[in-house]
T-cell receptor, first 116, second 114 residues
Framework: EAGVAQSPRYKIIEKRQSVAFWCNPI?????LYWYQQILGQGPKLLIQ????????DSQLPKDRFSAERLKGVDSTLKIQPAKLEDSAVYLC??????????????FGPGTRLTVL | AQSVTQLDSQVPVFEEAPVELRCNYS??????LFWYVQYPNQGLQLLLK??????LVKGINGFEAEFNKSQTSFHLRKPSVHISDTAEYFC????????????FGQGTRLTINP
């Protein structure tokens, strides 16, 4: 079974530029998460989707970050304009949405963003 | 709100020595507890989890952890480490019955010296 795919793996941009990251979850997984991992810190949830609806985006800086999950499969996370403090690894994860109270999250390899 | 504190940012140990990585959490509701491992330039991999039942849980690669509700701790242990265990380890919680968002600690870098 293929895992969570992310691209690109690395991206370097100048501040004030825009950037987009792509995630393809495990086939059949209804729930998709985007996490931001700043160097030396643990991952922090930015947004959670259930199919193509947003479950939680309370920690997404909505003035510059946006995310979508059209058709409830792939997802794109965009930053516009980027700031220096956005330098981080952006992790995508997915899980099934069964009736169990716990569904394991599977993580992709991440996209490392450097803002100069 | 939930929070996780990993008490050591770095832990150096010699190969074949035992290791304990400490984790404490704070929550006003029941939580699930997790340990993840992150190897360089890779995503997170689940080591083990506590959902309910026995407080001693065993995971992959010989790791185990013990849930202590009174001390709100979930420390990770391995009796004998290997060079290949060098990685970043993250403790995390999610709310029982909630949307299953993970709240992570800041991580502990485990370095194994020969």
């Amino acid at each position: 079974e293929a895992g969570v795919a992310q691209s690109p793996r690395y991206k370097i941009i100048e501040k004030r530029q825009s950037v987009a990251f792509w995630c393809n979850p495990i086939s059949g997984h209804a729930t998709l998460y985007w996490y931001q991992q700043i160097l030396g810190q643990g991952p922090k949830l930015l947004i959670q989707f259930q199919n193509n609806g947003v479950v939680d985006d309370s920690q997404l800086p909505k003035d510059r970050f946006s995310a979508e999950r059209l058709k409830g499969v792939d997802s794109t996370l965009k930053i516009q304009p980027a700031k220096l403090e956005d330098s981080a690894v952006y992790l995508c994860a997915s899980s099934s949405a069964g009736e169990s109270s716990y569904n394991e999250q599977f993580f992709g390899p991440g996209t490392r963003l450097t803002v100069l | 709100a939930q929070s996780v504190t990993q008490l050591d940012s770095q832990v150096p140990v010699f190969e074949e020595a035992p290791v304990e990585l400490r984790c404490n959490y704070s929550s006003s509701v029941s939580v699930y507890l997790f340990w993840y491992v992150q190897y360089p330039n890779q995503g997170l991999q689940l080591l083990l989890k506590y959902l309910s039942g026995s407080t001693l849980v065993k995971g992959i690669n010989g790791f185990e952890a013990e849930f202590n509700k009174s001390q709100t701790s979930f420390h990770l242990r391995k009796p004998s480490v290997h060079i290949s265990d060098t990685a970043e380890y993250f403790c995390a919680v999610s709310v029982f019955g909630g949307a299953q968002k993970l709240v992570f600690g800041q991580g502990t870098r485990l370095t194994i010296n020969p």
